[in-house]
């Protein structure tokens, strides 16, 4: 008689995330086999990476900064111009993708022989969290992938300027104790576990759901008097009230994990002096509010689903409020009663 236990691990081991694309389609169309074809090279993308960071310790030019600043005025970490590399060679042999945005590039990079039949675009954060990588603290990759709506003659990604809603595909990677996978082709959040042995990403949950509330609360509030007043009643309430925990590790990839996981709440706002905030909308935020969405959360910039937000350039930012539904809600019910505040100021009548 077959060892069922024997049995239930060979078909965990077998459900490889390119075979897992494909169950999610049931069949074997042109779509479904592109998008198979796109997270395996994804999954490459990740291996390589995941290859250097365990060894970066040990390695020239792995750690510390080039010396340089990206389009957003940023020091760049060596390890962001090795994963931004990694990217463009593991998809410029893919066929499929014409075009690259990543906030490493001022400008979508293209690729011509490419461009004839490939239908895609990726869009990437090529090492989410690079301040971490100096103390050996988890960073990431974030990833989106849209079809390629216009033939962007002129490569300046206007067409890219659209809501998420015209995602097909999301994701991030991990690197961690493990590396993990999570991926979402709009039919449920899945994670996979690169497993060593057999170098391949293999399923370790799936069909993920947030709870609807939950405990941590994550944001830095090392910059509490920069924030509108608003969220600085949020997180006055939260100090008040028994039941929550502050979590906050300084990667958006490794604090939103926990979020999907466990519940509770992501804030990275804007502040006075910038309210647009930090976090860029079509490598980061949009990416994963797809993915909180698919797993039954929200995502919101304070007044609207960031889902709907629509960039006036390919490098916009937006703050972001992620992650459980009633804990997105409660943040957003702080910022609309300040609204109303300002809105119907309170007159002092002195007799």
């Known amino acids: 008689m077959l060892d069922l236990s024997h049995k239930l ?3 965990r081991d077998c459900m490889t995330l390119s075979r897992h694309v494909l169950k999610q389609f049931q069949d074997f169309s042109p779509e479904a086999q592109d998008l198979s074809a796109l997270m395996s090279r994804i999954a490459l993308a990740a291996k390589l990476i995941a290859r250097r960071l365990t060894r970066a310790g040990l390695m020239d030019d792995a750690l510390g900064f080039t010396g340089q600043t990206n389009v957003q005025g940023e020091a760049v970490k060596k390890m962001d111009v090795y994963a931004n590399q990694v990217f463009i060679s593991v998809f410029e042999q893919s066929g499929l993708v014409c075009r690259l945005a990543s906030e490493e590039m001022e400008k979508p990079y293209h690729i011509p022989e490419n ?12 090492i989410d969290g690079s301040s971490n990588l100096d103390v050996n603290i988890n960073v990431g990759s974030i990833f989106a992938i849209r079809r390629q709506s216009d033939p962007d003659i002129d490569e300046t990604g206007q067409d890219l300027l659209q809501s998420g809603r015209g995602q097909i595909a999301a994701g991030y990677v991990l690197y961690g104790p493990s590396t993990m996978l999570i991926y979402s082709i709009g039919t449920g959040v899945h994670a996979f576990t690169l497993d060593p042995t057999l170098g391949e990403f293999v399923l370790s949950n799936e069909n993920i759901r947030v709870p ?14 920069q924030w509108d007043e608003s969220i600085r009643d ?12 502050a979590r906050y590790g300084g990667a958006l990839v490794g604090d939103f994990h926990r979020i999907l996981f466990q519940g509770g709440v992501f804030l990275y706002p804007g502040t006075v002096k910038k309210p647009e905030g930090k976090l860029r909308l079509l490598y980061e935020s949009a990416p ?3 993915l909180i969405e698919q797993a039954g959360g929200r995502a919101s910039n304070g007044t609207q689903d960031i889902l709907d937000v629509v960039p006036d350039q390919v490098h916009a930012r937006t703050p972001l409020i992620i992650g459980s539904t009633e804990d997105v809600a409660l943040v957003e019910s702080f910022i609309r009663e300040r609204q109303r505040e300002q809105q119907n100021p309170v007159i002092s009548v002195r007799s």
């Open 212 to 225: 609807e509330h939950g405990p941590i609360y994550s944001v830095n509030e090392g910059n509490f008097w």
């Open 234 to 245: 949020y997180i006055r309430y939260v100090h008040r009230h028994e039941g929550y925990t």
């Open 9 to 11: 691990a060979l078909d």
């Open 288 to 290: 994963l509010a797809f």
């Open 115 to 126: 461009c004839p039949i490939g239908r895609y675009t990726l869009l990437y954060d090529p």
